[in-house]
């Protein structure tokens, strides 16, 4: 399947709410997260999955075609590249995020208590085969 898209947003929303390892790293956490594959140039969409986190479980995840108008509490956002390294596990989510190749928008202090629960997430979605 392809990354994103709204078959690979409902797998991962699937995959997060059968994991343990998810639900026990995220279980004080409550908010949204927008992944988000930055556009190659101007004039082309953005597109993205908007997750709606609650205390380790996904209430929804939803494909947008075009994420750049899309509010949410935090956004992740990097190319398709990036973005392919790190659903392969190629890239570690953290030493992306030091390096800028994953920037993130929102409360930094939040998101710093909840390293495990990013973690999880990413690895979750490491998981869901994606085609090349």
């Known amino acids: 399947m392809r990354f994103p898209s709204a078959d690979w947003a409902s797998a991962l929303c699937a ?4 994991s343990p390892a998810y639900a026990e790293a995220a279980r004080q956490w409550e908010g949204d997260i927008l992944l988000r594959v930055t556009a190659p140039s101007a004039g082309v969409p953005s597109p993205g999955v908007h ?5 380790g479980s996904c ?10 108008g899309r509010a949410s509490e935090f956004v992740f956002e990097g190319s398709a590249e990036t973005w392919g390294k790190l659903i392969r596990r190629e890239v570690d989510p953290v030493g992306a995020i030091m390096n800028g190749t994953l920037r993130v928008k929102g ?13 999880e997430l990413v690895e979750t979605a490491g998981t869901i085969p994606v085609d090349e």
């Open 59 to 68: 209430r929804a995840a939803t494909y947008e075609a075009d994420s750049a």
């Open 51 to 55: 997750l709606d986190l609650d205390h």
């Open 107 to 119: 409360n930094l202090a939040k998101l710093m208590r909840f390293t495990r629960a990013a973690k």
């Open 15 to 18: 995959k997060l709410n059968s």
